[in-house]
């Protein structure tokens, strides 16, 4: 059984820090939207300005409400696993549904930061909502990601045994990254033996306690039925996504079908895996680039109507989920149960 999540020192999140004003946040995140039109402009310009505007006129709009069902219900199936980690990690005592959705949501707000690296802020959030240390809650975070990852490379291995080959190499390189970073959790000797590196290091050194704790956690979390049911859940997810990436092309060129289901799967995993390592915030131009490279390729359609469809799956998936988390941050920023620091309360 989980431990409670009262009983690790919170030593990444200081108690009583005053928690940053939605105004501060914001200014911080806006510093992106600059970049973004300038990638917005590359792709017209690349497209050509009169076939791109073409492109987007000839959008059937009318499938707008089903792409943006389906992407909503994505990310339900992704806060539902949130939850569901929640629960083995014993952080959803003191915690509302409520609290626990405006938190997972808040999160989708930092996408736009370098390989999503700003969701920690659910970390900080959880802290202040019931006082479950920092130490327990980052690995869910950890494993949300891993799980994630491992659901896109199974989609997208389909796509690449029928129509790319010769993507295996990038695959396998990814695959094996996930199954090394389960090893270096689950099997004891090494994660023994990471531990005491981390805890050699002179910035980490002073946080031993914090990196046992967090190893620990990733241990429970990464038991084989938990990660059974997350990687589950995370199919089911990201297969919703990757319809509603289809519902985009085919309501810009008329290709529809499973066979262009299974090939949005593929350019879906190589483009966002390119943007996340890519570490400019939010894969902005790399995932584009990514996009509009291979629907060329697999789907022999023209620049303008590529660049269109870039820009409409990122504005439905990306930009949505952005609006989406400034709502619930600010909500959460002005809510009463996340201005008090709970952690003195939950003991250390």
């Known amino acids: 059984m989980a431990a409670p999540a009262t009983s690790v020192t919170n030593a990444p999140v200081a108690a009583g820090a005053a928690p940053p004003s939605a105004a501060a946040w914001l200014r911080r995140m806006l510093v992106v939207f600059p970049f973004a039109l300038g990638v917005a402009a590359a792709l017209i310009i ?21 792409i943006v069902g389906l992407v909503l219900g994505s990310y ?51 802290n202040r909502a019931n006082g479950t240390p920092a130490s327990r809650s980052i690995p869910v975070i950890f494993c949300e990601r891993l799980t994630d990852a491992a659901a896109l490379l199974l989609l997208s291995l389909v796509g690449v045994a029928i129509h790319a080959p010769s993507y295996w190499p990038l695959f396998a390189v990814a695959a094996s990254l996930a199954l090394l970073s389960i090893a270096f959790v689950r099997v004891r000797l090494l994660a023994n033996w990471s531990v005491r590196r981390a805890q050699s290091l002179p910035l980490v050194g002073r946080l ?5 704790e967090s190893q620990a956690t990733s241990y429970e979390l990464l038991a084989l039925g938990p990660t059974m049911r997350a990687l589950g859940i995370a199919l089911l997810a990201w297969t919703l996504e990757a319809i509603a990436w289809s519902l985009v092309l085919y309501g810009l060129t008329g290709i529809g079908g499973f066979e262009a289901v299974v090939k949005v799967a593929l350019i879906m995993g190589v483009s966002l895996f390119a943007g996340t390592l890519s570490f400019v915030p939010g894969g902005l131009g790399v995932s584009e680039t990514g996009i509009i490279a291979l629907e060329q390729v697999l789907f022999e359609i023209g620049r303008a109507a590529a660049a269109a469809s870039a820009v409409l799956i990122r504005f439905f998936t990306l930009w949505l989920g952005v609006v989406l988390g400034i709502v619930a941050l600010i909500i959460v920023l002005r809510d009463r149960r996340f201005r008090t620091d709970q952690s003195a309360s939950a003991g250390t």
């Open 46 to 66: 690349y497209a050509d300005l009169g076939a791109y505007l073409d492109s987007l006129a000839a959008f059937d709009w009318y499938l707008a409400p089903a």
């Open 76 to 126: 339900g199936l992704r806060f539902l696993k949130w939850h569901l980690y929640l629960g083995l990690i014993g952080a959803r005592q003191g915690l509302p549904l409520r609290s626990s959705g405006l938190i997972f949501a808040s999160g989708l707000a930092m996408t736009i930061t370098p390989a999503k690296s700003g969701e920690w802020l659910k970390s900080y959030l959880l």
């Open 208 to 212: 031993g306690g914090y990196v046992r």
